[in-house]
Nanobody, 114 residues
Framework: QVQLVESGGGLVQPGGSLRLSCAAS????????MGWYRQAPGKQRELVAI???????NYADSVKGRFTISRDNAKNTSYLQMNSLKPEDTAIYYC????????WGQGTQVTVSS
């Protein structure tokens, strides 16, 4: 089993920045991918960004050039740096890890509003 704990959400004005963190514990040797999904009210959960154990990353088109995913394997932690935030980025952000199984964090709220 893998446990994921997110932190770093909150309220920010449009154009601002936030950094989300996701700390993994448990059977972390089984993790290949770590990433972030988000779910806005009334919408389906969607992929934001994902990173492999070797550092290769992919992003949703809507966040390319604004968000950066990174991973510290020594700390078993992934990060999502979010810049130039827009109101449409408002959602609950979920940390995700995958290997032999898939794991989810509890979610952290990000609200972009003036």
């Amino acid at each position: 089993q893998v446990q994921l704990v997110e932190s770093g959400g909150g309220l920010v004005q449009p154009g601002g920045s936030l950094r989300l963190s996701c700390a993994a514990s448990g059977s972390i040797f089984s993790i290949n991918f770590m990433g972030w999904y988000r779910q806005a009210p009334g919408k389906q959960r969607e992929l934001v960004a994902i990173i492999t154990s070797s550092g290769g990353a992919n992003y949703a088109d809507s966040v390319k050039g604004r968000f950066t995913i990174s991973r510290d394997n020594a700390k078993n932690t992934s990060y999502l740096q979010m810049n130039s935030l827009k109101p449409e980025d408002t959602a609950i952000y979920y940390c995700y890890a995958a290997g032999s199984s898939r794991y989810w964090g509890q979610g952290t709220q990000v609200t972009v509003s003036s």
